[in-house]
Protein backbone atom coordinates (compact mmCIF):
# COMPACT_ATOMS: atom_id res chain seq x y z
CA UNK A 1 0.00 0.00 0.00
CA UNK A 2 1.41 3.66 -0.89
CA UNK A 3 -0.08 6.87 0.11
CA UNK A 4 -3.01 7.40 2.11
CA UNK A 5 -5.85 4.61 2.12
CA UNK A 6 -9.55 4.98 3.79
CA UNK A 7 -11.98 2.27 4.30
CA UNK A 8 -14.45 1.46 3.88
CA UNK A 9 -15.00 3.70 0.90
CA UNK A 10 -18.32 3.95 1.37
CA UNK A 11 -20.70 3.21 3.90
CA UNK A 12 -24.37 3.48 4.00
CA UNK A 13 -25.83 3.24 8.25
CA UNK A 14 -28.63 4.51 9.72
CA UNK A 15 -28.97 7.03 13.09
CA UNK A 16 -28.97 4.38 15.46
CA UNK A 17 -25.75 2.31 14.30
CA UNK A 18 -22.55 3.09 15.10
CA UNK A 19 -19.40 2.93 12.88
CA UNK A 20 -16.06 3.82 12.24
CA UNK A 21 -13.69 5.39 9.49
CA UNK A 22 -10.11 4.06 9.16
CA UNK A 23 -7.58 5.98 7.40
CA UNK A 24 -3.76 5.03 7.13
CA UNK A 25 -0.50 6.60 5.81
CA UNK A 26 2.29 4.73 4.13
CA UNK A 27 4.40 8.15 3.68
CA UNK A 28 5.85 8.31 7.57
CA UNK A 29 4.07 11.54 8.54
CA UNK A 30 3.38 12.69 11.53
CA UNK A 31 0.39 15.05 10.99
CA UNK A 32 -3.21 13.61 10.19
CA UNK A 33 -5.84 15.02 9.61
CA UNK A 34 -9.73 14.29 9.24
CA UNK A 35 -12.23 16.96 6.68
CA UNK A 36 -15.90 16.74 5.62
CA UNK A 37 -17.05 17.84 2.31
CA UNK A 38 -20.98 17.99 2.25
CA UNK A 39 -22.33 18.40 -1.71
CA UNK A 40 -21.78 21.93 -2.84
CA UNK A 41 -19.71 23.23 -0.23
CA UNK A 42 -15.63 23.43 0.37
CA UNK A 43 -14.18 21.52 2.40
CA UNK A 44 -14.33 21.65 5.85
CA UNK A 45 -11.24 20.69 8.51
CA UNK A 46 -12.71 18.64 11.60
CA UNK A 47 -9.80 17.58 13.28
CA UNK A 48 -5.62 17.84 13.42
CA UNK A 49 -3.36 15.09 15.20
CA UNK A 50 0.17 15.76 15.33
CA UNK A 51 2.50 13.34 17.09
CA UNK A 52 -0.65 11.93 18.22
CA UNK A 53 -2.33 14.55 20.18
CA UNK A 54 -5.01 16.42 18.60
CA UNK A 55 -4.14 19.97 18.10
CA UNK A 56 -7.46 21.33 16.72
CA UNK A 57 -11.29 20.51 17.01
CA UNK A 58 -13.13 22.96 14.33
CA UNK A 59 -16.56 23.12 16.56
CA UNK A 60 -17.41 19.69 15.55
CA UNK A 61 -20.74 17.65 17.04
CA UNK A 62 -19.55 15.23 19.54
CA UNK A 63 -21.52 12.91 17.36
CA UNK A 64 -17.95 12.81 16.00
CA UNK A 65 -15.11 11.06 17.98
CA UNK A 66 -11.36 10.96 16.56
CA UNK A 67 -8.96 8.51 18.17
CA UNK A 68 -5.20 8.49 17.14
CA UNK A 69 -3.64 5.44 18.53
CA UNK A 70 -0.49 6.52 16.79
CA UNK A 71 1.33 7.95 14.00
CA UNK A 72 -0.13 5.77 10.72
CA UNK A 73 -3.54 5.34 11.78
CA UNK A 74 -6.80 7.45 11.94
CA UNK A 75 -9.96 6.65 12.77
CA UNK A 76 -13.61 8.66 13.44
CA UNK A 77 -15.95 7.36 15.64
CA UNK A 78 -19.33 7.91 14.40
CA UNK A 79 -22.98 7.13 16.33
CA UNK A 80 -26.50 8.18 16.41
CA UNK A 81 -25.78 10.19 12.77
CA UNK A 82 -28.02 12.98 11.62
CA UNK A 83 -28.89 12.69 7.28
CA UNK A 84 -26.99 15.85 7.23
CA UNK A 85 -24.03 14.14 8.24
CA UNK A 86 -24.22 12.32 5.10
CA UNK A 87 -21.17 13.81 3.16
CA UNK A 88 -17.33 12.75 1.72
CA UNK A 89 -15.04 12.27 4.69
CA UNK A 90 -11.46 12.99 3.42
CA UNK A 91 -8.33 12.23 5.46
CA UNK A 92 -5.09 13.48 5.25
CA UNK A 93 -1.31 13.72 6.41
CA UNK A 94 1.54 15.90 6.35
CA UNK A 95 5.05 16.17 7.71
CA UNK A 96 5.05 18.67 10.52
CA UNK A 97 8.98 19.68 9.56
CA UNK A 98 10.72 20.92 6.38
CA UNK A 99 10.18 23.06 3.62
CA UNK A 100 7.69 20.17 1.68
CA UNK A 101 4.92 19.46 4.32
CA UNK A 102 2.11 19.70 2.15
CA UNK A 103 -1.16 17.53 2.99
CA UNK A 104 -1.63 14.44 0.76
CA UNK A 105 -5.36 13.30 0.61
CA UNK A 106 -6.44 9.23 0.83
CA UNK A 107 -9.53 9.02 -1.66
CA UNK A 108 -12.64 8.92 0.67
CA UNK A 109 -15.33 7.29 2.10
CA UNK A 110 -18.64 8.09 0.81
CA UNK A 111 -20.95 8.41 3.92
CA UNK A 112 -24.97 8.50 3.73
CA UNK A 113 -26.89 8.42 6.29
CA UNK A 114 -30.79 7.38 6.30
CA UNK B 1 -7.41 33.37 8.70
CA UNK B 2 -6.56 34.63 5.60
CA UNK B 3 -8.92 34.72 2.91
CA UNK B 4 -8.82 33.48 -1.04
CA UNK B 5 -10.86 34.53 -4.13
CA UNK B 6 -11.20 32.88 -6.86
CA UNK B 7 -13.30 33.10 -10.52
CA UNK B 8 -16.12 30.33 -9.87
CA UNK B 9 -15.42 29.02 -13.32
CA UNK B 10 -13.05 29.39 -16.31
CA UNK B 11 -12.79 27.30 -19.26
CA UNK B 12 -9.27 26.92 -21.55
CA UNK B 13 -8.74 25.18 -24.20
CA UNK B 14 -6.84 21.53 -24.63
CA UNK B 15 -3.09 22.43 -25.40
CA UNK B 16 -3.28 26.11 -24.44
CA UNK B 17 -1.80 27.42 -21.07
CA UNK B 18 -4.34 27.52 -18.14
CA UNK B 19 -4.09 30.55 -16.17
CA UNK B 20 -5.82 30.75 -13.07
CA UNK B 21 -5.87 33.52 -10.54
CA UNK B 22 -6.25 34.21 -7.24
CA UNK B 23 -6.61 37.08 -4.60
CA UNK B 24 -4.93 36.92 -0.78
CA UNK B 25 -4.36 40.32 0.08
CA UNK B 26 -4.48 39.52 3.75
CA UNK B 27 -2.04 37.24 3.59
CA UNK B 28 0.60 37.30 6.35
CA UNK B 29 3.91 37.88 6.06
CA UNK B 30 5.34 34.29 6.90
CA UNK B 31 1.92 32.61 5.27
CA UNK B 32 2.41 30.36 2.17
CA UNK B 33 -0.12 30.21 -0.53
CA UNK B 34 -1.08 26.59 -1.66
CA UNK B 35 -2.54 25.19 -4.75
CA UNK B 36 -4.65 21.96 -4.56
CA UNK B 37 -6.95 20.55 -7.38
CA UNK B 38 -9.57 17.76 -6.70
CA UNK B 39 -10.95 15.76 -9.67
CA UNK B 40 -14.68 14.62 -9.08
CA UNK B 41 -15.42 13.23 -6.06
CA UNK B 42 -11.69 12.26 -5.32
CA UNK B 43 -9.29 13.26 -2.82
CA UNK B 44 -7.26 16.85 -3.08
CA UNK B 45 -4.02 16.71 -5.07
CA UNK B 46 -1.23 18.81 -4.12
CA UNK B 47 0.31 20.86 -6.93
CA UNK B 48 2.60 23.80 -5.78
CA UNK B 49 3.37 25.96 -3.06
CA UNK B 50 5.09 29.41 -2.75
CA UNK B 51 6.28 32.28 -0.27
CA UNK B 52 7.50 35.32 -1.96
CA UNK B 53 9.27 33.55 -5.16
CA UNK B 54 7.66 32.39 -8.17
CA UNK B 55 7.56 28.45 -8.02
CA UNK B 56 7.65 25.92 -10.59
CA UNK B 57 7.40 22.06 -10.76
CA UNK B 58 6.67 18.70 -13.51
CA UNK B 59 3.01 19.91 -12.81
CA UNK B 60 3.14 23.78 -13.02
CA UNK B 61 4.17 27.75 -12.40
CA UNK B 62 3.14 29.86 -9.44
CA UNK B 63 3.18 33.31 -10.12
CA UNK B 64 3.23 35.42 -6.94
CA UNK B 65 2.78 39.18 -7.14
CA UNK B 66 5.62 41.71 -5.26
CA UNK B 67 3.02 42.63 -2.49
CA UNK B 68 1.72 39.23 -2.11
CA UNK B 69 -1.55 40.17 -2.55
CA UNK B 70 -2.44 37.89 -5.69
CA UNK B 71 -1.13 34.69 -7.42
CA UNK B 72 -1.52 32.74 -10.32
CA UNK B 73 -1.15 29.37 -11.03
CA UNK B 74 -0.33 28.14 -14.43
CA UNK B 75 -0.60 25.17 -16.37
CA UNK B 76 1.37 25.26 -19.36
CA UNK B 77 -0.10 23.25 -21.83
CA UNK B 78 -3.42 21.96 -20.49
CA UNK B 79 -4.52 18.60 -21.00
CA UNK B 80 -8.44 16.94 -20.73
CA UNK B 81 -6.98 15.46 -17.86
CA UNK B 82 -6.57 18.72 -15.99
CA UNK B 83 -10.20 19.45 -16.15
CA UNK B 84 -11.08 19.81 -12.11
CA UNK B 85 -11.40 22.05 -9.47
CA UNK B 86 -8.69 24.63 -8.42
CA UNK B 87 -8.51 25.72 -4.83
CA UNK B 88 -5.95 28.21 -4.01
CA UNK B 89 -5.55 28.11 0.00
CA UNK B 90 -3.55 30.39 2.40
CA UNK B 91 -1.86 27.86 5.29
CA UNK B 92 -1.74 28.57 8.49
CA UNK B 93 0.31 26.82 10.90
CA UNK B 94 -0.62 25.10 13.95
CA UNK B 95 1.04 24.25 16.77
CA UNK B 96 3.40 20.91 17.00
CA UNK B 97 4.36 21.74 12.47
CA UNK B 98 0.43 21.07 11.72
CA UNK B 99 -0.92 23.16 9.19
CA UNK B 100 -4.17 24.31 8.63
CA UNK B 101 -5.35 24.65 4.97
CA UNK B 102 -9.10 26.68 4.74
CA UNK B 103 -10.40 26.01 1.20
CA UNK B 104 -13.25 28.00 -0.23
CA UNK B 105 -14.98 27.20 -3.34
CA UNK B 106 -12.41 26.94 -5.70
CA UNK B 107 -12.44 27.23 -9.40
CA UNK B 108 -13.93 24.83 -11.32
CA UNK B 109 -11.44 24.60 -15.13
CA UNK B 110 -12.48 23.26 -17.39
CA UNK B 111 -10.59 22.15 -20.59
CA UNK B 112 -12.21 21.96 -24.21
CA UNK B 113 -11.23 19.84 -26.99
Known amino acids: ETGVTQTPRHLVMGMTNKKSLKCEQHLGHNAMYWYKQSAKKPLELMFVYSLEERVENNSVPSRFSPECPNSSHLFLHLHTLQPEDSALYLCASSQTSGLYNEQFFGPGTRLTVL | DAKTTQPTSMDCAEGRAANLPCNHS???????VYWYRQIHSQGPQYIIH???NNETNEMASLIITEDRKSSTLILPHATLRDTAVYYCIVRVSLIQGAQKLVFGQGTRLTINP
Open chain 2, 26 to 32: TISGNEY
Open chain 2, 50 to 52: GLK
